[in-house]
């Protein structure tokens, strides 16, 4: 028994009945700042250093007395190093009888090494000179709560004087592949076998937006196994993929066992690839499962997983930039799905092509050639060559290939 197209909703009402129900449980851990990158800090952060700690140069040059420049440059012929002058380098402390530093630019020594200071220099109480605190002060704001840490950020928060820091914790995903037909990857398949690669592609894009990946051993079509796998993975982690069986053929068992033990399901999106797709709660915590074959997976992983993982880091979904591009090739799906299209663009006499990667294209093409995707809306049935279509991508502009 196939299922019922009357019940399906759009993906976009989908993860608002979702997220209506999920109220995630934020964690926070202690890390190294040399592992913050892309990490959010749990609070306000502030400064323990007074940095610089009593003075220091601005410039490589050198530290004299103010005062013997009151008249002008003085005659420097027979100044002595560290009684008249001193080197002070950028970011050098020096003796506390110097009060100014002369940029090296200014300062010139002759063929029996003595000094010389160019006219130009304005010499002053102070000039040249950073003062204690002016890099950062005890108690300044280093950085504010839920700032997404940038490598700037951390360069702040290591002068700042922190080792350690306390961020919120990534989401645990759990990923149960199932099917009988799977075998791990390594292991070179059999007639009637296939390689369970869809987890490769999940676990990178959880981990590229910061989301913790679980992934438990390949689950056979044996619907005990199946609960007890899934029951685990419930207690261990906040939300969980089910990958396979999501349809409701004879051995499509995981369907059946996330319905029977669901609060909330919604079962089928108005989206393709990857219409037969489940979303559940499950004591409290997001259960997806999601279609086997892997263009359903693809889809599925972009417009529901990728936005969880955010949510529960509490920010928004990724925005992709977009490109306006002309279509070259026909493209036909059922009026009332949306459609998410793998798109090869490429710039053309200053323009962008669309070149629409179809079924007809063998799986390696569709997947390495797709640097952008059009999601064609409900409504509409065909769209033909010559059209403006807005592509969203997946690499950045520079990295577009020229016809």
Known sequence: ???????????AQVMEELFARWSPVKRTQSIPICEGLGRIIAGDLYSKNTLPVYRSSKCDGIA??????????????????????????????????????IPIENVSYDEKGHLHISYKSKVFPGSAIKNKGETVAEGDLLVRANTVLRPSHLCVLATGGYEEIEVYDRPKVAYIPTGNELVSLGVAPSRGQNIESNGIMVKTAVEQWVGEFISYPIVKDHVGSLKETLMKAISTADMVIINGGSSKGEEDYNSRLVEDEASWIQHGVFCVPGKPTALAMIQGKPVINMPGPTLGCFSVLDWCIIPMVRRFLNLPAPIRPKVKSILQDEINKKESYEFYGLIEVKKQEGMYT???????????????????????????DKFLPGEEILVELLCSEELIPNT
């Open 354 to 380: 669309a070149h629409f990667l179809s079924f007809d294209y063998k799986f390696p093409d569709m997947m390495s050639r797709c640097n952008g995707l059009f999601i064609a809306p409900i409504g509409r």
């Open 64 to 101: 004299v007395h103010s005062k013997d420049f009151k008249r002008g440059i003085p005659n420097t012929k027979d100044w002595i190093k560290g009684i008249d002058f001193t080197q002070a380098d950028t970011g050098d402390d020096f003796s506390d009888g110097f009060d100014a530093v």
């Open 1 to 11: 028994m196939g299922l019922d197209e009357r019940l399906f909703v759009t993906r």
